[in-house]
């Protein structure tokens, strides 16, 4: 089973700064199914990147993501108030998913 | 544009077989590109993937909840169901269901909440 942790498990910064948010698998895992999900409270998450550096639809172009192997890295650049939620990656492997507990973007 | 909505009991009893339905509008559910999933999330708590099944019926579980869990497919209404045996309070959080793929889950629906308590 792949475990994937994320790090940290809250970052603090203000609008205007950049974001560096980390995923890091337990074994080496395919890029190409590394995603990156946005929540916001009371609603459900919602894709942002898929294959670790391509932005789903709708994604902002400030958000990218890049990594390989084992670690995997999320970055907002010039965070707007919109961004602060809680980001999770998600990994797919073998007919199964796992996801990462989550990093809390806050102002 | 595909949508999903989950539908449920929202309060149970311990022991219970907790039973979910998600319909499925503007697309078939038996698009042989898609799968579905359900995942929960206790609340202020983290995601947890609990199973998929295919086009095809084919299915899968996550190992820690196989045991209690069935995923299955209703084609003529166009919905996913999910059953969870002897649930526990343990077992309460906010259930999603939602289109998967290789690539990630695209489509959600809003969630509906499950409370288990005696």
């Known amino acids: 089973e792949i475990v994937l942790t994320q790090s940290p498990g809250t970052l603090s910064l203000s609008p205007g700064e950049r974001a560096t948010l980390s995923c890091r698998a337990s074994q080496r895992v395919s890029s190409s199914y590394l995603s990156w999900y946005q929540q916001k409270p009371g609603q459900a998450p919602r894709l942002f990147i898929y294959g670790a550096s391509n932005r789903a639809t709708g994604t902002p172009d400030r958000f990218s993501g890049s990594g390989s192997g084992t670690e995997f890295t999320l970055t907002i650049n010039s965070l707007e108030p919109d961004d602060f939620a809680v980001y999770y990656c998600q990994h797919y492997t073998s007919s199964a998913y796992s996801f990462g507990q989550g990093t809390k973007l806050e102002i | 544009q595909v949508q999903l909505q989950e539908s449920g009991p929202g309060l149970m009893k311990p022991s219970q077989t907790l039973s979910l339905t998600c319909t499925v509008s503007g697309g078939s559910i038996k698009s042989y590109s898609d799968w579905w999933s359900w995942i929960r999330q206790p609340a202020g708590k983290g995601l947890e993937w609990i199973g998929l099944?295919?086009?095809?019926?084919?299915?899968n579980y996550n190992p820690s909840l196989k045991s209690r869990v069935t995923i299955s497919v209703d084609t003529s209404r166009n919905q996913l169901s999910l059953k969870l045996s002897s649930v526990t309070a343990a077992d309460t959080a906010i259930y999603y269901c939602?289109?998967?793929?290789?690539?990630?889950?695209?489509?959600w629906g809003k969630g509906t909440t499950v409370t288990v308590s005696s």
């Open positions: 939602a289109r998967s793929m290789v690539r990630g889950m695209d489509v």
């Open positions: 099944i295919y086009a095809s019926g084919n299915t």
